[in-house]
């Protein structure tokens, strides 16, 4: 079992800053990617920003220059820094890992969601 464990949503204004943290635990063998997805009532799952193992970060254009996805290896956790927070940010924050658990199985994990939102 792959546990996922988030945390660092809350209520901020607009132009304010928040960091989410996620922290994989259980039986790991190797991390291939780690992510954050959002989803807002009535949208859709969206990819915000993920790090492959060894590969570039990739971001949604949206957050493009506000936010920085950074992992700590040696503890299995991923961050997202988001800056600037604008109101159209507002949503529940997924973190996402996909690992193998052992040389030939992979699969991916979720964290439980934290909700960030932006209002003034």
């Known amino acids: 079992q792959v546990q996922l464990v988030e945390s660092g949503g809350g209520l901020v204004q607009p132009g304010e800053s928040l960091r989410l943290s996620c922290t994989a635990s259980g039986s790991i063998f190797s991390i291939d990617v780690m992510g954050w997805y959002r989803q807002a009532p009535g949208n859709q799952r969206e990819l915000v920003a993920a790090t492959p193992t060894g590969g570039s970060t990739a971001y949604v254009d949206s957050v493009k220059g506000r936010f920085t996805i950074s992992r700590d290896n040696a503890k299995n956790t991923v961050y997202l820094q988001m800056n600037s927070l604008k109101p159209e940010d507002t949503a529940v924050y997924y973190c996402?890992?996909?690992?193998?658990?052992?040389?030939?199985?992979?699969?991916?994990?979720w964290g439980q969601g934290t909700q960030v939102t932006v209002s003034s």
């Open positions: 996402k890992v996909d690992c193998h658990i052992s040389a030939i199985r992979r699969d991916d994990y």
